[in-house]
């Protein structure tokens, strides 16, 4: 049986804001050195990746596949810079490997690729199929009468697409209480404001 894993509790949120600021500066040093990517939602996520990854997520960087492990599906694929920097800053991979962003034969292509890196749970870039994927992993962890969590994550835009609602409306039907989603309402999408 293996130790439950322990959250760094009681949250320091002064600690947390430190943490965040660190993974904004990877993301700017990633995306300037791969001469492309997603920086908005990248940034303005940063605080909440380091909110789940460091106080709130029971993730174990060194068994980063154990079964009782939470869920994480980033159904706004494009900002995964912020969760690569993210993951390496939490110790489930070197952070001198952020620099490899979407180079060929890189772990960290420009959208997510599951079980590419240690904590990438599944494939994303589509946006509008997050949510469907992580109410997958919650009536799975049901059906094994599992402790275990799923956060979603989305952005607004994406909310454009159908699939999310009728996700939405099966999580309500269901009452999947295991299952988290946190929206980047950042107000914006590639061509202006939602
Ligand atoms: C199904 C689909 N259509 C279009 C795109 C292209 N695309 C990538 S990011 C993006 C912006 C969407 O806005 P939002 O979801 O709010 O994300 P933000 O730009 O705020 O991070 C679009 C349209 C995509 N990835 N998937
Ligand atoms: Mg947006």
Known sequence: MTEPMQLRTPPDE????????????DVIAMLVEAGSGHSAGSLGM???FA????AVLHVD??????????????????ICPVWYATLAERGFFDVAELM??????????????????????ASSGPLGQGLSQGIGMALAARLDGAAW????????????EGQIWEAV??????????????????NIQIDGVT
């Open 46 to 48: 940063a605080d909440v």
């Open 169 to 186: 409306m099966f999580a309500a039907k269901y009452r999947l209480r295991n299952l988290t989603t946190w929206v980047d309402r950042n």
């Open 149 to 160: 969590r799923t956060h979603v994550l989305l952005s607004d835009g994406e909310h454009d």
């Open 61 to 78: 960087p060194d068994d980063p596949w154990r079964p009782d492990r939470d869920r994480v599906v980033l159904s706004n694929g494009h």
């Open 100 to 121: 490899t962003l979407r180079r060929l034969g890189s772990r960290l292509q420009g959208h997510p690729h599951v079980r590419s890196l240690p904590g990438i749970e």
């Open 14 to 25: 002064a600690a947390l804001a430190r943490t965040a600021n660190t993974i904004r500066q």
């Open 51 to 54: 909110a789940l990854y460091f």
